[in-house]
């Protein structure tokens, strides 16, 4: 028996968009282990096949029936919640950190809102350094994704660039730009370089590149980042979702990481 912390305010877990990382939260959040005393409540995404044992309901009912909200929409549907989820107040922890560049209303939002709301590290490690290093004052900040094929196809950026990413016969650069961009272009692929700005500096600032590799077997990230008093150079090399080559499966895990820190006694940042 897992021993309830009297810190935890969060009982009550919804998740909007059931694919391959709401699944993977629901899955831990239901096991047997599960996740402190975190419950799921409901879940919301009308073409979910696999219900978890919960009601699949509106995000208007997700978010009133909630404590935490969990998304892991595409990018595209987040506003649509977060206007819910503002309007009651609830808070939320999202995935789609591409979505909280796209769509800068969102931030300005919960700004004014009484929600409060949690970005996990998702696909990428560092982050941790990074936020240290802020305080310090960042002079450069730079992220490079390497991804196989499969992992970019259908990004904006490569349709409007008609981009033949099977005809690629090594490692090539395909973009290079600032994290604003990167999130236009790319608002599946790359939301490891709007963490990266999210937690270092402005994401004009945040230098982007995507690299194609067709030897490639999953994503690469490696953030280099530079203060004063630190230089910081962090890489993962992570294997694609099974269920989605746009997702690692990483990503799912630092959801359910945060949740397993909100419930822990010693929290780790
Ligand atoms: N932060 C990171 O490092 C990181 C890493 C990987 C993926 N992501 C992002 O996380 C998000 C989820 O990724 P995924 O791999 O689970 O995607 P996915 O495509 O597997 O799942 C998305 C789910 O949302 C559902 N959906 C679509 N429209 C909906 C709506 N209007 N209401 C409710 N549900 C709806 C779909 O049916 C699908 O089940 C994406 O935005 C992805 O880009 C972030």
Not at 209 to 238: C, F, M, Q
Request: proline share 6%; net charge neutral.
């Amino acid at each position: 028996m897992v021993p309830i912390p009297n810190h935890n305010i969060y009982e009550k877990i919804g998740i909007a968009g059931l694919g391959a990382i709401g699944s993977a939260v629901a899955r831990a959040l239901t096991s047997e282990k599960g996740i402190g005393n975190m419950r799921l409540e409901c879940i919301s995404d009308p073409y979910a096949k696999n219900h978890f044992g919960v009601d699949k309901v509106s995000f208007e009912e997700l978010t009133e029936r909630s404590d935490l909200i969990i998304e892991c929409l595409p990018a595209a549907t987040v506003p649509e919640l977060t206007k819910v989820v503002f309007a009651a107040g609830k808070d939320i922890l999202f995935i789609s950190a591409a979505a909280l560049l796209n769509y800068p209303h969102i931030l300005k939002e919960l700004g004014v809102s009484k929600s409060h709301a949690y970005l996990p590290s998702g696909a990428l490690c560092g982050l941790d350094g990074v936020l240290g290093m802020k305080e310090m004052g960042i002079t450069s900040s730079k992220i490079a994704s390497t991804k196989p094929p499969k992992g970019l196809k259908g990004a904006p950026y490569v349709v409007q660039n008609d981009l033949d990413l099977d005809a690629f016969t090594d490692k090539t650069l395909i973009f290079e730009g600032n994290a604003y961009d990167a999130a236009k272009g790319f608002p599946a692929n790359v939301n490891v370089a709007a963490s990266l700005s999210l937690a270092g500096i402005p994401a004009d600032k945040t230098r982007v590149e995507v690299w194609v590799d067709p030897k490639a077997t999953g994503n690469t990230h490696e953030i280099t980042v530079k203060s004063d008093y630190s230089t910081l150079v962090s890489r993962i090399e992570n294997l694609p979702d099974p269920a989605n080559p746009k997702s690692s499966a990483l990503a799912a895990q630092s959801i359910v990481a945060t949740l397993r820190n909100m419930t822990s006694k010693l929290g780790i940042y």
